[in-house]
C-alpha cells in the first residue's frame, strides 16, 4: 500500500517534470512554469470550500457583470446593475451557481494567458513588414503599443490594463483605433446574427423533431429526419452557397451580400442555423419519442384530453430538455461559425476582427475577441443550465 | 413439419455477432459503409492508376464544362478538375482520419484516467475539460494553425494536431462516464485482487467494455474534423488542397453573368457524400452497440 502511494507520487512528479521540460523548450521555463502555475489556480478554484466560494461568488458577480456593462451602459448604470447582479447572487443563488461564477474568473485570466503564449509562439509580429524599420524605432513602437518582447511581460502589461483603466487597448494594426472602437460596433451586428440564427434552428429543429417523433418511422419522419441529415453533412459555406445561387442570383428576391437591412439578414441567419436546426430535429425526435413512452403520458390521454393537450401541455416539457442542454453548445457553434458566414455575406461583424487580427498578429485585437467570445459562451451556458434545472426538477437540487 | 421450417431465433451469439447483425439490417448505415469505400477507392486508386496530374496548366481550357477529355471539367487555368477533386480529397480524408486518432488517443487515455482513479484526478481532469469547452475551439484552431503558418504552410501535420487536439473533449466525457460505471464492477475488483497493476485493469479490463463506445464517436468525429478543415480552407488558413479549399475557391467565383457550376459542384458534392454516409456509418454503429436506444434509431 505504502509503495503504491510512492509510485503513484513519484509517477505524477515525473509527469509534471515531464511537463515542464517539454514546454520549456519552446515557450522558455518562465512562462512553462507560469503555464503550470495557472493550471494549478484554475483546478484550485475548483476546490475552494463552500464558504470561501459563498463570498467571493457574488463579488465575482459583481465585477463580471460591471465588466460587461461598463463599456454600453456607462459606469453609473453599470454600478447599479451590478449591486442587483451582487444582491441578487448573495441571496438566491446555490452554492453550485456561484462555484461555476468564481471559475469563470481564473479561466478568463487563464485563456488570456494562454493565448498570448500561443500568439507569441506564432512566427512574426505585429510590428514586421517588407521594410524593415530600424531596431531603434521597431523598440519606440514597442513602447508605445505596450508589446514587449517577451510574452509575460506582455501579459502583465495587459493585464494591468484591463484591471485598472478596463480598457481592451489600442489596435496595433489599425492605427489610432483602441479595440473597443473596432469590436464595439461589430458585436450588435454579430449577436443580431447568432441570435436569429439561433431562432431559426430551434424554431425549425423542433417543428421537424417534434413532428418525426410523434409518428416514428413514418413517411414524414424518414423525410424530415433525412432532411436533418443533409442539414448536419453539408458545410455551412456550401449551403450558403447554394442559398445565393438560388435566391439572390436566379430568383433575385434577396440580396447576395452585405449588412444594412432585415432582409440582408435572411440567408445568413438560415445558413448559419440550418445545421444547428438539423442537430435539433434529431435531439426532439428522440426527446419525443421517450416521453410519449411515459405514463404520465398514458395518464393524460386515459383523462380523456384532446391529442394536441396531451402534446403541447405534457409532451413537450419532456422534448425540450435535451434540446435546452443543447442549446449551450449550440450558441459556441453559432458564435464561431458566425466566422465563415460573415466571411461568405461580406457582413461587418466580430468574426472578421478575429480572422484579420489573427493573420496581421494584431495581438490585442486577437486577446479583445478571444475575451469577448469566451465570456459570452461561458455566461450562455451558465444560463442554459439554470433553464434546465428550471425546466427539470430532479436535477435542481445539483444545482 | 412447419415447426422444423420456422427459422430458428439465433441463439449462442456473442454480443459482438449480434450487434454486427443488427448493423447489417440497417440499410442506411450498410449503404454509408459501400459509399464511403467506393469515395475512398476513387480518391486513392484512380489517381495513382490512371495518372492523374493535378497540377498541370493548360491555358487554352481555361474553365472548361465537363466533357469526355476533362470529366468534372477544368478549372481557371485549366487544370483538369477530376484530379484536383479526387487529390484534394485524399487529403481531407486523411485529415480526418489523422486528426481522429489523435483526438481519440487523448481522449481515451484522459477519460479513463479520470474514470478509473475518480477523486481528485477526476475533479483536475475534468475541470481542464471544462475550462476547454469554454472556449470557442474554432479560436485554438485558428491560434494553433498560426504557430505553425510559416514553417509549414499548406502541410496537412499542423492542421490535424490542431484539430485532434480540441476535437477530444467529447471522447473524454463519454468515456469517463463510461469507466466511471465500470470500475466498482466485479471483475475490475476481481483484476486488481489479482495483483493488476492499475494501467493493466485499464487496458485489458475496462477498456475493451468501451471499445463501442469509443468507435462510434470516433466515427462520429471523422466528419466534424472534416467539417472544421473545410472550415479553415475556407478562411484561408488550410491546407493546400482539400475539398474545403476547392469549395472556397469555387464560392469565390460565384457571380450572376456565367455560372461555373461543376467548380461548387463536384467538391461539394463529394464532401456532403462522404460525411453523410460518415454520419450514418456512425448512426447505425450506435443503434447496432447500443441496444437500448434500439427503438429510438433514426431512419
Known amino acids: 500500500m505504502r509503495w503504491s502511494r510512492w509510485r503513484r507520487w513519484g509517477l505524477a512528479a515525473a509527469l509534471l517534470t515531464a511537463l515542464v521540460a517539454g514546454l520549456a523548450r519552446p515557450i522558455g521555463l518562465s512562462s512553462a512554469l507560469a503555464t503550470l502555475g495557472g493550471l494549478g489556480t484554475l483546478v484550485g478554484a475548483a476546490w475552494l470550500p463552500e464558504r470561501a466560494v459563498r463570498k467571493l461568488g457574488p463579488l465575482l458577480a459583481f465585477g463580471l457583470s460591471f465588466a460587461l456593462l461598463r463599456p454600453s451602459l456607462g459606469p453609473w448604470v453599470a454600478t447599479v446593475a451590478s449591486s442587483l447582479a451582487l444582491v441578487a447572487a448573495h441571496r438566491w443563488a446555490s452554492f453550485a451557481v456561484l462555484r461555476r461564477i468564481t471559475f469563470i474568473v481564473p479561466s478568463l485570466v487563464f485563456l488570456i494567458f494562454v493565448t498570448t503564449l500561443l500568439m507569441y509562439q506564432a512566427p512574426g509580429n505585429p510590428f514586421a513588414r517588407e521594410r524593415v524599420a530600424s531596431p531603434l524605432v521597431e523598440e519606440a513602437l514597442r513602447a508605445s503599443y505596450g508589446v514587449p518582447r517577451g510574452a509575460l511581460e506582455f501579459f502583465e502589461i495587459y493585464m494591468r490594463r484591463l484591471l485598472l483603466e478596463g480598457s481592451l487597448g489600442p489596435s496595433i494594426k489599425v492605427q489610432g483605433r483602441s ?16 441570435v436569429l440564427a439561433l431562432t431559426f434552428a430551434v424554431a425549425l429543429g423542433l417543428v421537424l423533431g417534434i413532428s418525426a417523433g410523434l409518428r416514428p418511422n413514418s413517411s414524414a419522419d424518414y423525410v424530415s429526419m433525412g432532411v436533418a441529415m443533409l442539414g448536419i453533412s453539408l458545410p455551412n459555406f456550401v449551403i450558403g452557397a447554394l442559398l445565393v445561387i438560388v435566391f439572390a442570383l436566379s430568383w433575385r428576391v434577396l440580396p447576395v451580400a452585405g449588412w444594412g437591412s432585415l432582409r440582408h439578414l435572411i440567408l445568413p441567419s438560415i445558413t448559419l442555423g440550418l445545421p444547428y436546426a438539423a442537430y435539433i430535429a434529431r435531439l426532439a425526435r428522440n426527446g419525443t419519442i421517450e416521453v410519449m413512452q411515459q405514463d404520465f403520458i398514458r395518464t393524460a390521454r386515459a383523462k380523456g384530453l384532446p391529442e394536441h393537450r396531451v402534446v403541447l401541455g405534457h409532451a413537450l416539457k419532456g422534448a425540450l430538455l435535451p434540446v435546452v442542454s443543447f442549446l449551450g453548445p449550440a450558441a459556441a457553434g453559432i458564435l464561431t461559425g458566425s466566422f465563415v458566414v460573415e466571411s461568405l455575406f461580406g457582413i461587418p461583424g466580430m468574426g472578421q476582427w478575429f480572422v484579420k487580427g489573427a493573420i496581421n498578429r494584431d495581438y490585442s485585437v486577437v486577446l479583445g475577441s478571444a475575451i469577448l467570445y469566451a465570456t459570452l459562451v461561458t455566461v450562455f451556458n451558465l444560463l442554459v443550465d439554470l433553464a434546465y434545472a428550471w425546466l427539470d426538477p430532479r436535477v435542481r437540487g445539483s444545482l | 413439419m412447419s415447426t422444423l421450417d420456422a427459422p430458428q431465433p439465433p441463439t449462442g451469439l456473442s454480443p459482438g455477432q449480434q450487434a454486427l447483425r443488427r448493423l447489417r439490417q440497417n440499410r442506411f448505415a450498410l449503404l454509408g459503409g459501400v459509399l464511403l469505400l467506393a469515395i475512398f477507392a476513387a480518391c486513392f486508386l484512380v489517381p495513382l492508376v490512371f495518372g492523374l496530374d493535378a497540377t498541370s496548366v493548360q491555358p487554352e481550357y481555361r474553365h472548361q464544362p465537363p466533357s469526355w477529355q476533362h470529366l468534372f471539367g477544368t478549372d481557371n487555368v485549366g487544370r ?60 485554438l484552431v485558428i491560434l494553433i494553425m498560426l504557430m505553425f503558418s510559416e514553417t509549414a504552410r499548406g502541410e496537412a501535420l499542423p492542421v490535424f494536431l490542431a ?56 466515427t462520429l468525429t471523422v466528419p466534424a474534423v472534416i467539417i472544421l478543415e473545410s472550415f479553415l480552407s475556407f478562411l484561408g488558413l488550410g491546407v493546400k488542397l482539400s475539398w474545403g479549399q476547392l469549395v472556397a475557391e469555387a464560392v469565390s467565383v460565384v457571380n450572376p453573368v456565367r455560372s461555373f457550376w461543376w467548380l461548387l459542384w463536384w467538391p461539394g458534392a463529394l464532401l456532403g457524400l462522404t460525411l453523410l454516409s460518415l454520419n450514418y456509418l456512425g448512426d447505425g454503429l450506435r443503434d447496432a452497440l447500443d441496444p437500448k436506444t434500439q427503438a429510438l434509431a433514426p431512419p
Do not use: C, K
Open chain 1, 179 to 194: 479595440v473597443e472602437a473596432l469590436i464595439g460596433p461589430a458585436l450588435p451586428v454579430s449577436l443580431a446574427l447568432g
Open chain 2, 80 to 139: 483538369d478538375y477530376l484530379a484536383r477533386v479526387l487529390i484534394g480529397g485524399q487529403t481531407s480524408l486523411l485529415v480526418g482520419l489523422a486528426a481522429t486518432l489523435a483526438s481519440v488517443t487523448v481522449g481515451v487515455l484522459v477519460g479513463s484516467v479520470a474514470g478509473y482513479f475518480g477523486g481528485r484526478v477526476d475533479e483536475v481532469l475534468m475541470r481542464l475539460v471544462d475550462f476547454l469547452y469554454g472556449i470557442p475551439y474554432m479560436f
Open chain 2, 163 to 218: 484539430l485532434g487536439l480540441v476535437q477530444w473533449l467529447t471522447m473524454a466525457r463519454v468515456v469517463r462516464g463510461q469507466v466511471l460505471s465500470l470500475r466498482r464492477r466485479e471483475f475490475v475488483l476481481a483484476a486488481r485482487l489479482m495483483g493488476s497493476s492499475d494501467a493493466r485493469v485499464i487496458a485489458v479490463h475496462v477498456l475493451p467494455n468501451v471499445a463501442g463506445v469509443i468507435l462510434v464517436y470516433a
